[in-house]
């Protein structure tokens, strides 16, 4: 199964800043199948992106998406205040599909 | 707008079946993917499964022996049955919708809120 590991951990920034989240796949992600979810807390996973750039509907355009094989990127280009929480990268070119452990984006 | 809602008990006996129903309003469960997720405290989000809404299912070979996800079109829903559950079986429970391509990838676009189960005596 594929692994995803997201860096770092935790990104503290205030708002404005421009936030970059990494997602290391263990192995190349066929078709850049990949998509990224943002969580707040006692909330469902948002889907932001899939195909690794494409927004989804209703996604502002601050929220982007690149890479393939097995470096993707989220970049969020001026944090909002309600852009802070906790973001997952999912994979689903191979079975069975996996999560990373997650970024959280928290005020500095 | 479709909407999810996940539905069962919160507190299961460790060795029984777990069981959780998830009800989709707002639009047709026929001719979509449906998948169960969950996330135990601390830990990354796991894939349990998906059902077609003719029947067929893909499970996460980790569980797969202890997991049937069946669906129910004419009561819009879709369940889940995890057998011999254990400590390690809590988790927040969601289900979601799969966006699905045909060369068996998949996202999810819409998500449940999500249902604690807790497994204690």
């Known amino acids: 199964e594929i692994v995803l590991t997201q860096s770092p951990g935790t990104l503290s920034l205030s708002p404005g800043e421009r936030a970059t989240l990494s997602c290391r796949a263990s192995q190349t992600v066929s078709s850049s199948s990949l998509a990224w979810y943002q969580q707040k807390p006692g909330q469902a996973p948002r889907l932001l992106i899939y195909g690794a750039s494409s927004r989804a509907t209703g996604i502002p355009d601050r929220f982007s998406g690149s890479g393939s094989g097995t470096d993707f990127t989220l970049t969020i280009s001026r944090l909002e205040p309600e852009d802070f929480a906790v973001y997952y990268c999912?994979?689903?070119?191979?079975?069975?599909?996996?999560f990373g452990q997650g970024t959280k984006v928290e005020i500095k | 707008q479709v909407q999810l809602q996940e539905s069962g008990p919160g507190l299961v006996k460790p060795s029984v079946t777990l069981s959780l129903t998830c009800t989709v309003s707002g639009g047709s469960i026929s001719r979509y993917y449906w998948s169960w997720i969950r996330q135990p405290p601390g830990k990354r989000l796991e894939w349990i499964g998906y059902?077609?809404?003719?029947?067929?299912?893909n499970y996460n070979p980790s569980l797969q022996s202890r997991v049937t996800i069946s669906v129910d079109t004419s009561k819009n829903q879709f369940s889940l049955k995890l057998s011999s559950v254990t400590a390690a079986d809590t988790a927040v429970y969601y289900c979601?919708?799969?966006?699905?391509?045909?060369?068996?990838?998949?996202?999810?676009?819409?998500w449940g809120q999500g249902t604690l189960v807790t497994v204690s005596s």
């Open positions: 979601a919708r799969v966006h699905y391509y045909y060369d068996g990838s998949g996202y999810f676009d819409y």
């Open positions: 059902v077609y809404y003719s029947g067929s299912t």
């Open positions: 999912q994979q689903y070119g191979s079975s069975p599909w996996t």
